[in-house]
């Protein structure tokens, strides 16, 4: 088993109640994030040293459980949790670094806090090894050095999200601010190098029941493909992760015929074969939309949504290998079951039938 850092695992409220129909904005009394002194009856408040902001405790912290449990009730505010040391039962949407730490490199991102740098990648796989040296990029293409805020620039006391959609006014959609904010984590992400963040409506319960009917809905975007463009200013959640793997984002097709050479990403579902038949949202393969209301759609729109990283993969981590969303070295075979092979949820005449 991979070493890990010790972490205090604290069940601190952090209010994160982000949905469609609640406020994304924190709410709830100050003490059940903050401390003034880090003392209290003669007694320090966080356990593992003074923490920057006056909090008392850091994101693993807070977002970290001992028991099996992805969504804990401190007082009257909800917390998702992200890093079970018990297996979790009911993984959010994200997926659970437990996998990562028990199972090896290749269930999740090695995320400083939690587990150890990757012993086989010394970089993000499809990275572009220029970037590394960088000092605007390098805290996201070394190893996610800087934790959990390499992907997410936490604004826990933005304003919430009225019209359903959280967006640059609610810390961006789950705090993914763009990867080139990271000059600057105060940016708004609307001066100097800073690009627009990702916007997408959020279930209430952060995926732990979802359904065709309560579930996240992403932004997509199909401008990556070309080579050009790779940074989020479409606001999609493809464009944050080509932050990293860039080289997955990009010549996906090769000749005057458009052969493909990697599974497409930031692509739209077509209208016509196999993939016509796709037509109830499935939450074990999601679809991005490329414009968002507020509303949370139960079916497909094809020709319009999008294929992308989150289609196939999980981006904390998950039992699998890759980090997929599925069991595919088990149940995507010949005569496969789509509920259980996400890959048949898309190529719905490939299970053999």
């Not at 807070?62 to 992200?82: E, L, M, Y």
């Not at 150890?116 to 190893?143: I, R």
Request: proline letters at 5%.
């Amino acid at each position: 088993m991979k070493m890990r850092r010790k972490v205090k695992l604290l069940l601190i409220a952090l209010s994160l109640c982000c949905s469609a129909a609640a406020s994304a904005a924190i709410t709830g009394d100050c003490v059940d994030c903050h401390t003034m002194h880090d003392s209290q009856d003669g007694s320090v408040i966080a356990s593992g040293g003074p923490v920057g902001k006056l909090l008392t405790s850091d994101c693993v912290g807070c977002h970290s459980s001992t028991t099996s449990s992805t969504i804990v009730t401190v007082g009257s505010s909800r917390v998702p949790i992200v890093y079970n040391q018990a297996a979790p039962t009911k993984p959010l949407a994200g997926g659970n670094f437990h996998w990562v730490v028990e199972n090896g490199d290749n269930h999740g991102h090695n995320v400083f806090g939690i587990v150890g740098q990757d012993s086989t990648l010394s970089m993000a796989p499809g990275g572009d090894p220029g970037f590394a040296s960088l000092d605007n990029c390098a805290v996201c293409h070394a190893a996610l050095e800087k934790g959990c805020e390499s992907c997410h620039w936490p604004r826990h006391h933005a304003t919430g999200d009225a019209d359903g959609i959280a967006g640059q006014a609610d810390g961006w959609y789950r705090f993914l601010g763009s990867a080139m904010d990271a000059a600057d984590p105060t940016d708004t992400g609307t001066t100097a190098v800073g690009k627009p963040g990702v916007i997408g409506v959020e279930d209430a319960d952060w995926e732990q029941n979802p359904s065709s009917i309560a579930h996240n809905v992403y932004k997509g975007a199909t401008n990556y493909s070309d080579g050009d463009s790779y940074y989020p200013y479409e606001n999609s959640i493809g464009s944050l992760c080509t932050g990293c793997h860039e080289n997955f984002h990009n010549s996906m097709i090769v000749g005057p015929l458009g052969v493909w050479i990697r599974h497409p990403s930031d692509v739209v579902l077509p209208n016509s074969g196999e993939y016509a038949d796709y037509t109830t949202y499935d939450p074990l393969a999601p679809v991005a939309k490329q414009t968002l209301d507020g509303s949370v759609p139960s079916t497909i729109t094809h020709d319009s949504d999008v294929v992308t990283c989150l289609s196939c993969h999980r981006a904390h981590g998950s039992p699998y290998p890759d980090m997929l969303r599925w069991d595919y070295e088990n149940e995507c075979v010949s005569g496969g079951d789509a509920a259980a092979c996400g890959c048949l949820v898309c190529h719905t005449a490939k299970d053999g039938i």
